[in-house]
């Protein structure tokens, strides 16, 4: 069994920034694509940013140059937001190994339990 949690939200004001992070752990882990997805009240989740196993990123319009996901080498990885704005405010999930479909948009095999992010 795999497990993610999410830590790093919290409250900021807009102009701000947060990072998130997200634990993997579980015998059954791999290192395989992940990625970042948000979802606000009354609104369908989205991706936000993707990490492939060969390094790759993909990014949802909003986030393109003012959020970056990482990881590092102890399979813990990252969303760093800046110039956070009120309508970043959400719900924000990690997800791992994406089994079908673009990092975005596709199906993962694992998800966490989410960390709020509220910007006013």
């Known amino acids: 069994h795999v497990q993610l949690v999410e830590s790093g939200g919290g409250s900021v004001q807009a102009g701000g920034s947060l990072r998130l992070s997200c634990a993997a752990s579980?015998?059954?882990?791999?290192?395989?694509?992940m990625g970042w997805f948000r979802q606000a009240p009354g609104k369908e989740r989205e991706g936000v940013a993707g990490l492939g196993d060969d390094g790759s990123t993909s990014y949802a319009e909003f986030a393109e140059g003012r959020f970056t996901i990482s990881k590092d080498s102890k399979n813990t990885f990252y969303l760093q937001m800046n110039q956070l704005k009120p309508e970043d405010s959400a719900m924000y999930y990690c997800?791992?190994?994406?089994?079908?479909?673009?990092?975005?948009?596709?199906?993962?095999?694992?998800w966490g339990q989410g960390t709020q992010v509220t910007v006013s």
């Open positions: 579980g015998s059954a882990y791999r290192s395989y694509c």
């Open positions: 997800a791992a190994e994406l089994v079908f479909g673009h990092p975005l948009r596709g199906t993962y095999n694992y």
